[in-house]
């Protein structure tokens, strides 16, 4: 390999990849986009060491694929040299579809899930390498023949879960997330060509549940993150609405350009010729920039916002098991409008609503499998495990300005 380098990583150390191709993969222009995308969005308003990138969490993932792949050589699974490098790319660049600050504008600039995105990119990509990625996408979609990549890539344990555990445990500082990857990567086998975890390694794998379960509800949705992101999807709501009413509002020429348009009308196959291009110019930048400059806008509400997200005066906020009542939603109102002297119309754009649900293992989808000791292949949901027995959490929330 003629361009051989190692990253050195504060999670795993030192870290290098597999082949040429991976490499020139990580130095395309798209992948290097991801270095300027937050893997958290706005989680650093509560954690502050939480501004490491989508670029880290990518590499991360494909270090773990390849310390994966090698564990299931030497365990005897057939995993060819193409297959290798192709499973590889297939992690590389799954998340290469997000845009600005991740999750927190998941559907707000461009309506179409990340991953849906991070097909099409890999499609262009495929285009440009001469059709060198045609393995990686079907292994990336599930259609290849050995299930068990595509159980590496994407399932409810992969390598992509295990390295954001490690990596936002790491850079938020909270010891909760702390799982034993190593020791479930080591754990892993193929039965009749699904990924399985040997007996021995169950107490590692509820570990990892348990621990992701308290990172959901402790940082991912922590309530003021909540509240943070909230009012940044509002921001670009209101910009919306003022750009449909010919409003100017001050952003990036990429940024202005798919705020104008409704992605609904749009196919799949139009957004990959004319407009990807235009949302892999898109990072955090775009919309830091936007926000500072329409902090002062004529707009009292969007300018409300913008200066309130910078100073970090966030909007307060209820979260609860039960439904919010119209009646504590009305009286919210009522505070808003008498402290800032805006009509309800105003108001109600002020009043951010909605719910949040943590199911940290679902056993109606694929489940994780487990190899007994007897060679026999059950799946997770028929252990004793108490923890499974719990269904999943849905909160409501209601996030208002006080003065």
Not at 257 to 283: Q, W
Not at 325 to 341: A, H, M, N, T, Y
Not at 376 to 392: A, C, H, R, Y
């Amino acid at each position: 390999m003629a361009k051989k380098k190692i990253f050195n990583d504060p999670v795993y150390g030192f870290i290098s990849f597999p082949t040429e191709l991976i490499y020139d993969l990580i130095d395309h222009k798209y992948f290097q986009r991801l270095r300027r995308i937050t893997q958290l969005g706005l989680t650093h308003y509560v954690y502050p060491g939480a501004l490491h990138t989508r670029f880290h969490h990518a590499l991360g993932a494909l270090h773990l694929m390849t310390e994966a792949v090698q564990s299931l050589r030497d365990k005897g699974v057939a995993i060819s040299d193409e297959e290798y490098e192709a499973v590889c790319i297939a992690i590389l660049l799954h998340d290469i579809g997000h845009g600005p600050y991740s999750h927190a504008l998941e559907h707000s600039i461009i309506d179409i899930h990340h991953e849906d995105l991070s097909a099409l990119f890999m499609k262009k990509l495929n285009e440009e390498f001469d059709g060198k990625l045609e393995l990686a996408m079907s292994i990336f979609s599930g259609s290849y023949k050995k299930t068990f990549l595509h159980e590496l890539v994407s399932s409810q344990l992969d390598m992509d879960r295990l390295d954001y555990l490690i990596r936002d445990s790491y850079f938020t500082g909270v010891a909760e997330g702390v799982i034993g990857y190593d020791r479930i990567i080591k754990m892993l086998n193929v039965v009749d060509g699904q990924l399985a975890v040997e007996e021995k390694g169950i107490y590692s794998i509820e570990k990892f549940l348990v621990s992701r379960r308290v990172m959901y509800w402790q940082v991912y949705l922590h309530k003021t993150v909540l509240s943070a992101e909230q009012m940044l999807i509002a921001i670009l709501k209101r910009v919306k609405i003022l750009i449909t009413k010919n409003v100017k509002v001050l952003a990036s020429e990429s940024l202005q350009k798919l705020l104008e348009i409704d992605f609904s009308l749009i196919s799949k196959e139009l957004i990959l010729t004319d407009y990807l291009d235009v949302f892999a110019e898109l990072d955090d930048v775009d919309i830091l920039a936007m926000i500072k400059a329409n902090s002062t806008h004529s707009d009292f509400i969007l300018a409300y916002m913008c200066q309130s997200l910078l100073k970090r005066r966030l909007f307060k906020i209820s979260l609860q098991i039960d439904c919010i009542s119209e009646s504590f939603i009305e009286s919210k109102l009522q505070d808003i409008i008498e402290s800032f002297g805006v009509n309800k119309e105003e108001a109600e754009n002020l009043i951010l609503q909605g719910q949040e649900s943590n199911l940290t293992y679902n056993s109606k989808k694929e489940e994780i499998r487990i190899l007994g000791k007897d060679g026999i292949v059950k799946p997770l949901s028929e252990f004793d495990t108490e923890f499974l027995k719990s269904s999943g959490v849905t909160k409501h929330f209601l996030c208002y300005p006080t003065k």
